[in-house]
């Protein structure tokens, strides 16, 4: 990653601020995404609430980026928020991404529809989905055109997809058993497909 940390950022603000104040609006203009900010570490964690550790399942992936992408990121975000949402709102049932809103209020929303329905003796069908990765798994061809339908600047579109496409990560692993692990199971995936494209 490029090194850079919190505290040089607070430290250093006044030598670094006129030059972040350069760079950021050039990156943003030309959608350019330094190297070093694409770089991802992740690192392992074991899940507390685990009594056992012997599955990929029992750790938990903390995705360590660069502050600078971060501050960007976060520059990004507040104008989107501010300035886009402000003018084009997300749906009001659409409960991520929204302030005051969050599962639990999506939950609470279903109890009172539900509550309500048993209350008046009327039928109610539910059908939940549970739609693995939903974020993960979200195309940037799917991505783009949805921010274009919201009134996003192209300039700002093509940044966040370059953030997004020239992401590479490397594997960290804290706690010896996970590595152990994961090795284990990053070679039985191996070489299972190996096997298929040899069949």
Same mark, same amino acid.
């Given at each position: ?22 760079? =950021? $609006? ?14 991802? %570490? ?8 685990? @009594? ?14 660069? =502050?600078?992408? %971060?501050? *960007? ?5 507040? =104008? ?20 005051? %809103? @969050? ?15 048993? #209350? ?17 798994? /979200?195309?940037?061809? @799917? *991505?783009? $055109? ?21 992401? #590479?990560?490397?594997?960290? =692993? ?10 284990? /199971?990053?070679?039985? %995936? ?10």
């Amino acid at each position: 990653m490029d090194r850079i940390f919190t505290a040089l950022l607070q430290d250093g603000r006044e030598i670094l601020l006129p030059q972040l104040v350069r760079i =950021f $609006p050039a990156c943003l203009a030309t959608g350019y995404v330094p190297v070093s900010w694409h770089q991802v %570490k992740v690192v392992f964690i074991p899940k507390s609430s685990r @009594s056992s550790h012997n599955g990929p399942s029992d750790f938990r992936p903390i995705s360590l980026t660069s =502050f600078l992408l %971060k501050t *960007m990121e976060r520059l990004v975000d507040r =104008f989107l928020k501010d300035e886009i949402l402000v003018l084009q709102p997300l749906h009001p049932i659409q409960h991520a991404y929204q302030a005051g %809103k @969050s599962v639990e209020t999506a939950l609470h929303q279903l109890v009172v529809r539900a509550e309500k329905t048993l #209350y008046q003796q009327e039928i109610a069908i539910g059908v939940f989905l549970d739609i693995e990765g939903a974020f993960g798994n /979200t195309s940037y061809d @799917s *991505m783009c $055109p949805a921010f274009t339908r919201h009134g996003v600047d192209q300039t700002i579109i093509r940044w966040i997809r370059a953030t997004l496409e020239g992401r #590479y990560k490397s594997l960290h =692993f804290t706690h010896i058993k996970a590595k152990r692990i994961f090795e284990e /199971t990053f070679y039985c %995936k191996w070489y299972c497909t190996c096997n298929e494209s040899q069949n």
